[in-house]
Structure formats: C-alpha cells, structure tokens
C-alpha cells in the first residue's frame, strides 16, 4: 500500500462537549499548535458552535465538521440539520454513523447510508464510522461486521464519491474505555476495510480513500497506530478535547 496517495486526516470529534465560548477558546489554543502541520486537521463539533469555530479557524489550516446532518433538505424534522445548513456556513466534513448515534439515538446503516448520500450530494466530506462491538470481536465476526457496515452504508455511493467519503474504523470497545486496538488490531481491520472496497469499486478507488482509526487514540499511542500502512489517520473523541494532546497526534500523523 502506498500511503502518498491519500490525504491523513486527523479529525477531533467533541462529542456533547465545550459551549461556544469554551469552543472558542479551545480552537484559539489548537491553531498555533498545528499550524504547520503535514496533514489534514479537522474539528467537529457540536452545532451550537459551528458558527464561532468558523470564525476562529478564519485563515488558518483547520477544517470544521459537524457531528451529524439529516438526508432531507428541509421539513417536518423537528430537532434535525440539512446539509444546506451546514454548507451554506462553510462547513466542509460531516461525522456519520458514529457509535454513539447508532447505540443511544437508534442509528441504522439504512439511515448512515441515506446521511451519506445527502452529504455527498451537497459537497460535504463524510467521515463515514464502522466498527465491530467487544462481543462480535469475541465471536470472530468482525469482518463480517465491518463488511456490512461497508456495504450497507456506501450502497449506490459512486466511486468518484467514495474517494471523497471517510472511513473511521472505531471498535466499539475502544471507544472512549481507554482500551485501544492495538496497532496490528488497527491495520488488519482496515487494510480489510480497503479490500473490501476494492472488491466493491477497484483497487484505485480503494487506494484512494483515507481510512482513519478512532478509539482511545492519544498522544501516547498515535505514532504507532499512525505508522500502520492502512491507517492515514485518526478520528479522536477525548484527546481532543485537550490542545496539547490533539497538537501531538497532529504531528505523528505528520510523520
Ligand atoms: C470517538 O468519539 O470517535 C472516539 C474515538 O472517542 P475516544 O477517542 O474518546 O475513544
């Protein structure tokens, strides 16, 4: 595998965490830190700050993301963001099918894949989550999960599309337990997650996408997890919530 055809991106997800006025103050502690990074940095947050972060990350080399976005363009959705909303503020990634959603707010891969195709369609980049939970890992049937999950969410997404869509394999156990994959945990799933979508697309398409690891990942771990052929970055839940730490996976990813 040749990592110098894919973009690494390390992605922040803030989770239900930091009020506007603690998101401003976290992106203007980030920014310096990782101005000269050799990679792609992103911050999704939650809505209420999208507006501020945008502001803050104004002429410099972060990216902001939102946690979630609906299919529909607009109406009875009480609650829900379109991708409209979202674009129209400069929003460039969208986090989708995080485990969260689909434990606590009864995401399906049905809805993931609906989510997807919206973002696509409204030039949003996605950063699509799959992951096996601790008891299918037990029962060896990980692959199978995660072959699923990648059938289902990217079902009739063209693979002009998918090159622009971001895989985050999260193992569901090691999301936010401080338990994480280790880095051969890591690689073998997602260099499964790239054949998979070589036997879907093509083997250029699959070369193409950046399959991120996310799950307890922290400035102690990154430089190994990053240093994996398959995995071109990291979509990280508490370490990013921290400058110091998120800055230093910035630069593992770098390296
Ligand atoms: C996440 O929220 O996607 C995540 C990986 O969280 P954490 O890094 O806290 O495990």
Not at 222 to 233: N, P
Request: a negative charge; charged letters at 25%; glycine letters at 8%.
């Amino acid at each position: 595998m040749d990592k110098t055809k894919r973009k690494a991106i390390i992605a922040g997800n803030w989770k239900m965490n930091k009020t506007p006025n603690e998101a401003k103050e976290l992106l203007n502690a980030i920014t310096p830190l990782v101005k000269d990074a050799d990679c792609e940095v992103v911050a999704c947050v939650p809505y209420v700050d999208l507006s501020v972060a945008l502001e803050v990350v104004k002429g410099t080399n972060v990216k902001i993301g939102a946690e979630n976005c609906h299919w529909e363009k607009s109406g009875a959705y009480t609650g829900e963001i379109s991708t409209g909303m979202l674009t129209e503020m400069g929003v460039e990634y969208v986090v989708l099918g995080h485990s969260e959603r689909r434990q606590y707010f009864g995401e399906t891969d049905e809805t993931v894949n609906k989510r997807t195709k919206a973002a696509l369609a409204a030039g949003l980049k996605p950063i699509v989550c799959v992951g096996e939970l601790l008891w299918e890992r037990e029962c060896d049937i990980t692959e199978e999960v995660i072959a699923r999950q990648i059938k289902l969410d990217l079902f009739d997404v063209s693979a002009e599309d998918v090159k622009k869509t971001v895989i985050a394999y999260e193992p569901v156990w090691a999301i936010g337990t401080g338990k994480t994959a280790t880095a051969d945990q890591a690689e073998e799933v997602c260099a499964f997650i790239r054949a998979t979508l070589a036997k879907l697309y093509d083997k250029e398409t699959a070369d193409a996408v950046t399959i991120q690891y996310g799950g307890s990942m922290n400035d102690g771990n990154a430089d190994e997890l990053l240093s994996k052929a398959d995995v071109d970055g990291g979509l990280i839940g508490g370490a990013s919530l921290v400058a110091e730490k998120f800055a230093a996976i910035v630069k593992a990813a770098g390296k």
